[in-house]
């Protein structure tokens, strides 16, 4: 594992993002979740000046559009910094890589802006992390890494009642089964839009009985990676640097566990002491 260890001692400004989506404080919710959507991204840098900046997250947009003072707000007349997370963590950029994951796992957080001279320069997720893996081509103990009994939902479960648990345990997707068998993801990202749908379409008398109406299976989705209990770091670091939210064992259609870009995280500090 020292070429492992090698990679982690990397500096973030090797591997970070240095052209992120960042949107200014003034512009409405509407326009923020539409970016987000339409990009696949899980977050937004938000700039209220010239070094001061929050962090917007679909959960965050989730917290606040299922808070009981929501329910008759215009989502026009929301701004993104009143979904923001402020003040926000960050990280040097001279800071090696191992630090940047010890942060993120702690805080529970995917996004750390990388900072240079009281700038921020660019920003480091756990995508650019894993992204940066993938020449490690190491064979990976499967059974150390995936969540064999994650959070999981029938298709006929209603969506409202899992939106919280979305938000508050930070969980970016959730499985659906019926029985043991596989049907579908639903994803933070799409919980977000499916709600932001309501809010936009819907009159504020209506939305509440609306949202409680939504089933998993009106949102889920039927595009997802799967791996076999044989994999490399490699390949799993490569599925999820395309932006896959987990990865799922699925053997004869049945679901066998997931992956979180948590939990290859956490495994690749456990290799490297």
Same mark, same amino acid.
């Given at each position: 594992?020292?070429?492992?260890?090698?990679?982690?001692?990397?500096?973030?400004?090797?591997?970070?993002?240095?052209?992120?989506?960042?949107?200014?404080?003034?512009? %409405?919710?509407?326009?923020?979740?539409?970016?987000?959507?339409?990009?696949?991204?899980?977050?937004?840098?938000?700039?209220?000046?010239?070094?001061?900046?929050?962090?917007?997250?679909?959960?965050?947009?989730?917290?606040?559009?299922?808070?009981?003072?929501?329910?008759?707000?215009?989502?026009?007349?929301?701004?993104?910094?009143?979904?923001?997370?402020?003040?926000?963590?960050?990280?040097?950029?001279?800071?090696?890589?191992?630090?940047?994951?010890? @942060?993120?796992?702690?805080?529970?957080?995917?996004?750390?802006?990388?900072?240079?001279?009281?700038?921020?320069?660019?920003?480091?997720?756990?995508?650019?992390?894993?992204?940066?893996?993938?020449?490690? %081509?190491?064979?990976?103990?499967?059974?150390?890494?995936?969540?064999?009994?994650?959070?999981?939902?029938?298709?006929?479960?209603?969506?409202?009642?899992?939106?919280?648990?979305?938000?508050?345990? #930070?969980?970016?997707?959730?499985?659906?089964?019926?029985? @043991?068998?596989?049907?579908?993801?639903?994803?933070?990202?799409?919980?977000?839009?499916?709600?932001?749908?309501?809010?936009?379409?819907?009159?504020?008398?209506? #939305?509440?009985?609306? @949202?409680?109406?939504?089933?998993?299976?009106?949102?889920?989705?039927?595009?997802?990676?799967?791996?076999?209990?044989?994999?490399?770091?490699?390949?799993?670091?490569?599925?999820?640097?395309?932006?896959?939210?987990?990865?799922?064992?699925?053997?004869?259609?049945?679901?066998?566990?997931?992956?979180?870009?948590?939990?290859?995280?956490?495994?690749?500090?456990?290799? @490297?002491?």
């Amino acid at each position: 594992m020292r070429r492992l260890r090698n990679l982690l001692k990397r500096s973030v400004r090797e591997v970070m993002n240095k052209s992120p989506l960042i949107l200014k404080k003034s512009v %409405d919710l509407r326009e923020g979740v539409k970016a987000m959507y339409s990009n696949s991204i899980s977050h937004l840098l938000v700039e209220f000046d010239d070094r001061s900046f929050g962090v917007v997250s679909e959960k965050d947009v989730i917290f606040r559009l299922v808070s009981r003072s929501a329910w008759r707000v215009n989502v026009s007349s929301l701004h993104l910094s009143s979904v923001s997370s402020q003040p926000v963590i960050t990280i040097p950029s001279d800071a090696e890589i191992e630090e940047a994951v010890r @942060v993120m796992l702690r805080e529970g957080i995917g996004l750390l802006p990388v900072i240079s001279e009281g700038r921020i320069v660019g920003v480091l997720t756990k995508q650019d992390i894993l992204a940066s893996l993938i020449s490690e %081509d190491v064979p990976m103990e499967t059974e150390m890494v995936i969540n064999r009994r994650p959070l999981s939902s029938g298709p006929q479960e209603r969506l409202i009642n899992y939106l919280v648990l979305l938000s508050k345990n #930070r969980l970016s997707s959730i499985p659906i089964l019926e029985h @043991v068998k596989f049907l579908g993801l639903v994803t933070d990202l799409d919980a977000m839009y499916a709600l932001y749908r309501v809010y936009e379409l819907v009159p504020w008398e209506l #939305r509440r009985e609306r @949202v409680t109406r939504i089933i998993m299976r009106d949102v889920m989705r039927h595009t997802f990676e799967v791996i076999g209990p044989d994999v490399t770091i490699s390949d799993v670091c490569e599925k999820f640097s395309k932006g896959a939210k987990a990865i799922l064992l699925i053997q004869n259609q049945e679901f066998n566990g997931l992956i979180a870009k948590s939990d290859i995280l956490e495994y690749l500090l456990s290799k @490297v002491g």
